[in-house]
């Protein structure tokens, strides 16, 4: 039993919690939490999350980023395409989108 608590707690180590500050229109940071396993890249995650959901965000997650006009994170340009993905084709230089 002892060796599954152990190897239980190498695996709790692996997976790391990374925090991105997103800055919303308000003047307001929320705070998104992205868990990572192993080497995986939260943020390469995030952006194929936002890019598969086609500018209509459905994941909570990619709704936040939607919203939101900045943010800070390691690799903030990842963070920047994950935006662009999740919102969406604009049709002006504003936040103004499509309609269909």
């Known amino acids: 039993m002892r060796g599954l ?7 709790e180590a692996r997976i ?10 308000d003047g307001s940071i929320e705070r998104l939490r992205l868990r990572t396993a192993g080497g995986a890249d939260a943020l390469l995650d995030l952006v ?19 919203r939101s006009i900045g943010g800070q994170a390691e690799g903030n340009y990842l963070l920047d395409v ?3 993905a999740a919102c969406g084709p604009a049709v002006t230089a504003g936040n103004e989108r499509e309609s269909k």
């Open 16 to 25: 790391r919690d990374e925090s991105v500050a997103l800055l919303m229109e």
């Open 5 to 11: 608590h152990v190897r239980l707690e190498k695996l």
């Open 82 to 84: 994950a935006r662009l």
């Open 48 to 66: 194929v999350r936002c890019l598969s959901q086609g500018g209509r965000p459905v994941d909570p997650d990619v709704a936040l980023v939607a």
